[in-house]
């Protein structure tokens, strides 16, 4: 397909630097850019959650999102960054629950994670723009026929934007591709396939982008199972959508570095 061809192009020539940048929004996204953020649990999560991404890692029992952490481990190793032997060898996270994580903390191996962290926070950037670029045959496969040419489209017109660079590659970190069938409440997924589902082909791109993503996570809340109370979040996850109309600073592109940062939202897949 032409157009996927034209897109994969525009995903491979994002600039080092400019990735990094959008790496480090994504970071004061997830955990206001601190280094405790780099290793976190979220009450009420199964999963500990890594990196500037937040990238998600599973004990041994998997759940229904997608593990990305072992995908960030394995692209650091193709650069030829050491990874700590325990590391390179653990089948699933160590620390089978919150409890046992937070009374890690100060542990050997917790400090060789967040250091190994720390040093390479600008390969996980561009681990984050592949991420981005992996998006674009899984949507040209799971789209629906009839809406697929618009759904590629909207990508493209997204990514021209001022701030779409930023915003799709946050969104994906955010809430995923959204085309795992395990990633669904009632039938209905929340990730970048969806939002772009729902844009209109007029009006202003990042406008239509950020409406269409609230209404996503609006129907995800709707649709959620009761017990995990998913009200509470969406304020800050509608805050942090709000941070892609912003338009100065990134370096590549006039993105969204110099603008006051928001609040981290909270963590829910």
């Known amino acids: 397909m032409i157009l996927l061809t034209a897109l994969s192009i525009f995903a491979a020539s994002i600039p080092p630097d400019t990735a990094l940048d959008i790496g480090i929004r994504v970071w004061q996204n997830e955990c206001a850019a601190t280094l405790d953020g780099l290793t976190s649990w979220n009450k009420g999560e199964e999963f500990a959650s890594l990196g500037i991404g937040h990238f998600i890692w599973y004990p041994s029992k998997k759940g229904p999102y997608n593990e990305t952490f072992p995908s960030l481990l394995a692209f650091l190793k193709s650069k030829d960054i050491q990874i700590p032997l325990w590391l390179e060898e653990a089948k699933g996270c160590p620390w089978k629950n919150r409890d046992e994580f937070m009374r890690a903390k100060s542990c050997k191996k917790m400090q060789q994670l967040r250091t190994l962290l720390k040093n390479t926070l600008s390969l996980q950037a561009e681990f984050l723009a592949d991420r981005l670029e992996n998006a674009l045959p899984m949507l040209e496969k799971e789209a629906p026929q009839e809406r697929k040419e618009a759904i590629l489209a909207n990508y493209r017109r997204v990514f ?86 912003l338009k100065e600073g990134l370096k590549g592109r006039p993105l969204c570095k110099s603008s006051p940062s928001p609040s981290p939202s909270k963590k829910v897949r």
Request: proline share 2%; hydrophobic share 35%.
């Open 160 to 245: 021209e934007a001022a701030t779409g660079l930023y915003a799709l590659l946050d969104y994906v970190n955010f809430k995923g591709y959204g085309t795992d069938s395990k990633e669904r409440y009632a039938g209905v997924g929340w990730g970048l396939l969806q939002v772009l589902d729902g844009m209109q082909s007029v009006g202003e791109p990042m406008e239509e982008f950020i409406r269409s993503a609230k209404e996503v996570l609006l129907k995800r809340v709707e649709n959620a199972p009761a017990e995990r109370n998913e009200q509470q979040y969406l304020a800050g996850w509608f805050n942090r959508i709000e941070t892609y109309k």
